[in-house]
Nanobody, 126 residues
Framework: QVQLVESGGGLVQAGGSLRLSCAASGFTLDYYAIGWFRQAPGKEREGVSCISRSGGRTNYADSVKGRFTISRDNAKNTVYLQMNSLKPEDTAVYYC???????????????????WGQGTQVTVSS
């Protein structure tokens, strides 16, 4: 069974850090670009960051550039999102997703993603 499981969310004060993990089971992440998305209450889902199959290319939303870092460990079948200098506006449910057919060794937050995790809540208090 193909599954993505996020973990690492929680409650943190503004300025703090969290590291989210996205672990895959039932398939090998090596062949997939992976994206992180988030959805806050009453807002549309937005792309946060993505990483190419090799890990050599990454993209970030302007709102998180310089604060978030995406990485992957294909040996562990896991992708990470290190979130530093968190702000209250980062509060949302964070989802990871897998793109089965990325264009070359690239990733894009605007593409359709094929597999999605169940999400993990991140709450940043002011």
């Amino acid at each position: 069974q193909v599954q993505l499981v996020e973990s690492g969310g929680g409650l943190v004060q503004a300025g703090g850090s969290l590291r989210l993990s996205c672990a895959a089971s039932g398939f090998t992440l090596d062949y997939y670009a992976i994206g992180w998305f988030r959805q806050a209450p009453g807002k549309e889902r937005e792309g946060v960051s993505c990483i190419s199959r090799s890990g050599g290319r990454t993209n970030y939303a302007d709102s998180v550039k310089g604060r978030f870092t995406i990485s992957r460990d294909n040996a562990k079948n896991t992708v990470y999102l290190q979130m530093n200098s968190l702000k209250p506006e980062d509060t949302a449910v964070y989802y990871c997703a897998a793109d089965r057919f990325p264009v070359g060794d690239m990733c894009a937050l605007t593409r359709g993603y094929d597999y999605w995790g169940q999400g993990t809540q991140v709450t940043v208090s002011s």
